[in-house]
C-alpha cells in the first residue's frame, strides 16, 4: 500500500486541527482542555525544529562554502541573492498598496466598529510592546544593522535564534577562513562538518514524523484563543485584501519559477508545500527553515552551496509576506482614521517597509514592529499609533500565517532561481528518515 504523501498528511492534520479547535469552543470545559492538553504538542513540534535551526546554519553553510573551493563563487552568490530578495520585496509592497488604494477598505469602517476595537486591543499589552520594541529600534543609529550582526561571542549568539545574522555572518566567516587555510589543512574540519549535516538532515526527517499530530495541535490552539468572531467579521475586507495580494505573490513566484528556472510550477509547489503548511501553522520563518531546506535541497534539486546561503539569509531578510501587509495595513489604518496618505507618503512606504524587513527577527509578531516603523515614517500621530494597531490586532494573527507562508515561499523561489543562474540547479534526491536503517541493525 503506497504511503499517502506528507503534504496530505499535514493538510489533513490542520483541518482536523480547525474542526476540533471549534468543536472546543462550544464546551465549557474546552479552552482549558486544549491548553493543557493539546496546545503543547504544537509547542514541543515548534522547540525541536528551533532546536536544530542553528546546528543546519552552521554545518550546511560550512559545508557549502567549502565545497566552493573558490571565493568568487561564493561572491556572485552573495550579490545575486541579495538583489533578488530586495526587487521581490519591492514587488510585493507595490502590490499590496495597489490593492489598498482601489479596494479602499478603510473606508468601510464604521466609528462604532473603531471604538469597539480601540476598546478591546488599544491597551492590550501585545500592541503597547510592539510600539515600545518599534520605538528602541528606531531610536537605533543608522548603521545599528551592520553592527548588531557582527557577534562579540559567537557561542551566545548559537544560544538565540534569534540572532541567526550573527551566526550566518560567524559562519561564513569560519567558511571563508577553511578555504584560505587550503583543502588539506580543512579536510578534518570540513569532515566533521559534512557529518554532521547529515545527522542534522536525518534530525529533520525524524521530527516531520510527527508534523501532521503537531499542525493538529497548532491550529486547534489557535482557533480556541482566536477573537470576537463580530470584530473579525468586520475587517473581512481588510484581511481580503492582504490574501488577495499573498495569493497575487505566489501567482508572481510561479510565474518566475516556470518562464526562469523551466520548472513546472505545480510541481514547484508540491515539493515546498510541507514547508508552506508548518509555515502556516507556526508563523515563523525560523522554525520552518529546517524543512524549507530538506525540501528545497532534496525534492527541487537545489545545490547545497546555493541553499546553504541563500535560505537561512532568507529567513533574516526575506519578508515579503510581510511587507505586502504593512503597506495594506498602513494605508487602511490611515483610510479609516481619516490621515491623509497622498502619492509621496507611499514611496516612503515603500523604501521604509523595505529597510524595515532587512533584519527583522523571523519570529511570530515582528511585522506589527515593523508596521509602527512604517507608520511613524509618514508622520502619523503618535497618540493614534495604538488605535491604529487595535485595528488589526484582532487578525494579526491569521494573516500572520498567511504571510509566513508568502515569506518561505519567497525564499524558496528566489534558492531555485540563484541555483539556475549559477548552474547548480540539479535532479532531486529524495531521503527517507529510514534509509540507513538496515546499517545499524
Known amino acids: 500500500m503506497k504511503k499517502m504523501e506528507l503534504h496530505w498528511q499535514i493538510l489533513i492534520g490542520m483541518i482536523l486541527g480547525i474542526v476540533f479547535g471549534f468543536a472546543m469552543t462550544q464546551i465549557s470545559w474546552g479552552n482549558e482542555f486544549v491548553s493543557d492538553w493539546i496546545k503543547p504538542l504544537g509547542t514541543i513540534f515548534v522547540k525541536l525544529l528551533k532546536l536544530i535551526a542553528i546546528p543546519l546554519i552552521l554545518a550546511s553553510l560550512i559545508k557549502g562554502i567549502s565545497d566552493l573551493k573558490d571565493i568568487s563563487k561564493f561572491r556572485n552568490i552573495g550579490v545575486r541573492t ?118 542534522v538532515l536525518k534530525m529533520v526527517d525524524l521530527i516531520m514524523l510527527s508534523a501532521p499530530i503537531a499542525v493538529f495541535a497548532l491550529l486547534a490552539s489557535v482557533v480556541v484563543s482566536s477573537s470576537d468572531p463580530d470584530l473579525l467579521y468586520a475587517l473581512l475586507k481588510y484581511s481580503g485584501v492582504v490574501v488577495l495580494g499573498l495569493s497575487l505573490m505566489i501567482v508572481f513566484y510561479i ?24 509555515a502556516f501553522s507556526t508563523s515563523s520563518s525560523a522554525a520552518t527553515l529546517p524543512v524549507t531546506m530538506e525540501r528545497v535541497e532534496e525534492h527541487i534539486g537545489v545545490d547545497k552551496e546555493v541553499s546553504s546561503f541563500v535560505l537561512p539569509v532568507g529567513a533574516t531578510i526575506n519578508m515579503d509576506g510581510t511587507s505586502l501587509y504593512q503597506g495594506v495595513a498602513a494605508v487602511f489604518i490611515a483610510q479609516a482614521l481619516d490621515f491623509n496618505l497622498d502619492l509621496g507618503a507611499q514611496l516612503v512606504i515603500v523604501l521604509t517597509a523595505l529597510l524595515a ?9 515582528a511585522g506589527m514592529v515593523m508596521l509602527v516603523i512604517v507608520l511613524e515614517s509618514v508622520g502619523f500621530p503618535a497618540d493614534k499609533l495604538a488605535i491604529g494597531l487595535a485595528l488589526i490586532f484582532a487578525v494579526d494573527r491569521p494573516l500572520d500565517m498567511c504571510r509566513t507562508i508568502i515569506n518561505i515561499t519567497g525564499d524558496a523561489t528566489v534558492a531555485t532561481v540563484v541555483a539556475k543562474s549559477v548552474g547548480k540547479l540539479g535532479q532531486p534526491h529524495v531521503e527517507n528518515w529510514d534509509d540507513h536503517l538496515e546499517e545499524v541493525r
Do not use: C, H
Request: proline residues 5%; negative net charge; charged residues 15%.
Open 82 to 199: 541579495i538583489l533578488i530578495y530586495v526587487g521581490t520585496t519591492i514587488v510585493a509592497i507595490t502590490i499590496g498598496l495597489i490593492l489598498v488604494n482601489i479596494i479602499q477598505p478603510g473606508n468601510g469602517i464604521s466609528e462604532d466598529t473603531i471604538d469597539r476595537l480601540t476598546a478591546t486591543y488599544a491597551n492590550d499589552s501585545g500592541v503597547t510592546s510592539k510600539i515600545a520594541e518599534a520605538s528602541r529600534q528606531k531610536e537605533a543609529g543608522p548603521l545599528s544593522f551592520l553592527e548588531n550582526m557582527v557577534p562579540d561571542n559567537a557561542i551566545k549568539s548559537m544560544g538565540d535564534n534569534g540572532l541567526m545574522l550573527q551566526v550566518i555572518f560567524f559562519t561564513i566567516f569560519m567558511g571563508i577562513s577553511m578555504l584560505l587555510i587550503g583543502e588539506k589543512r580543512a579536510e578534518p574540519l570540513k569532515k566533521f562538518f559534512d557529518a554532521l549535516n547529515d545527522v
Open 357 to 365: 524587513s532587512i533584519g527583522s527577527a523571523a519570529v511570530p509578531g
Open 255 to 278: 510565474f518566475v519559477v516556470s518562464t526562469y528556472a523551466r520548472l513546472n510550477p505545480f510541481w514547484f509547489l508540491k515539493q515546498i508545500s510541507p514547508a508552506q503548511l508548518l
